[in-house]
């Protein structure tokens, strides 16, 4: 059975830091492009960044980039989202997804997490 589980969300005051963290099972983590995407209450889906299977390279929407970072470890099949200065806008569900492709078409993913709530708020 594939299995995505997000954790580390939580309340944080702006300004703050969370690490999210998703542990993958029940497919070849190693060989699947990783994405966070994150959804709002009330909007659609955001595509948040990107982390190749092979070469590690990452991407990033243009509302994260410079305060979050992604990584992945590939011996504790865990993909990772190091959250930093975050801000009110920030708050959602955090999603992870698997496949090499990345952005806000649900469908495209081969595999999705259930979500870790993040609120910014003071």
């Known amino acids: 059975e594939v299995q995505l589980v997000e954790s580390g969300g939580g309340l944080v005051q702006p300004g703050g830091s969370l690490r999210l963290s998703c542990a993958a099972s029940?497919?070849?983590?190693?060989?699947?492009?990783m994405s966070w995407v994150r959804q709002a209450p009330g909007k659609g889906l955001e595509w948040v960044s990107y982390?190749?299977?092979?070469?590690?390279?990452?991407s990033y929407a243009d509302s994260v980039k410079g305060r979050f970072t992604i990584s992945r470890d590939n011996a504790k099949n865990t993909v990772y989202l190091q959250m930093n200065s975050l801000k009110p806008e920030d708050t959602a569900v955090y999603y992870c997804?698997?496949?090499?492709?990345?952005?806000?078409?649900?469908?495209?993913?081969?595999?999705w997490g259930q979500g870790t709530q993040v609120t910014v708020s003071s």
């Open positions: 982390i190749h299977s092979g070469s590690g390279s990452t």
């Open positions: 997804a698997a496949g090499s492709y990345f952005g806000v078409s649900a469908g495209r993913y081969d595999y």
């Open positions: 029940g497919f070849t983590f190693s060989s699947y492009g």
